[in-house]
């Protein structure tokens, strides 16, 4: 139960980077979500629990926990990116334009992110987190996982189906309905 929650918690804290990253750098707000209703980045969520999970007993070494979870916080990111562009059939991000790139999925730049993101998660936020997690009433646990996974099961449809990252789109899935029944008026 934990561990979805840590999952659920580190998705949302993604969602919000992601929102402010771009932002910052395009000067205007942009939906960086990867489920039609829930505002998660499921990659921050792996990520956050393969950096949690690979520290856990190197935390005393501060410069190998970064550099071990910023490795491995990039292999997740890749290995994220493979099943959304296999399985799914979509991109959701990528890096192909940017210099010390591998295959569009994981590039240096954001490798540099994750080291730092992962000393801020292993000695700040987790540590805060799991101690205030005992306060989430256990009750709330299975109506989130019903709610999460119908959201990820239709999620994964749309994904399927149109094979876009704007699937996950409300206003992008309603102007592709009009589209295609004609609804558009000329």
Known sequence: MSYFLYFLIYSF???????????VTKGFFIWKKCFLFNL?????????????????????????????????ATVVEYAVHYVYEEFLGV??????????????????????FWFILSGILVYWVHPYVEKNLTSIPKSLFLTVLIFVGIDAIISIFLYRRYGNKNAVN????????????GWIQQ
Do not use: M
């Open 13 to 23: 804290i993604g969602f919000i980077l992601e929102t402010l990253y771009s932002i």
């Open 40 to 72: 998660l980045c499921p990659v921050y969520g792996f990520g956050a629990l393969a950096i949690i999970l690979s520290t856990r007993y190197i935390r005393e070494y501060k410069l190998l926990t970064v550099f071990i979870g910023g490795i491995v």
């Open 91 to 112: 991109s959701i991000w990528d890096y192909s334009d940017v210099q010390y790139n591998l295959n569009g999925r994981i590039c240096l730049t954001f490798t540099f």
């Open 170 to 181: 409300i206003n992008w899935l309603i102007t592709n309905f009009r589209h295609r029944i």
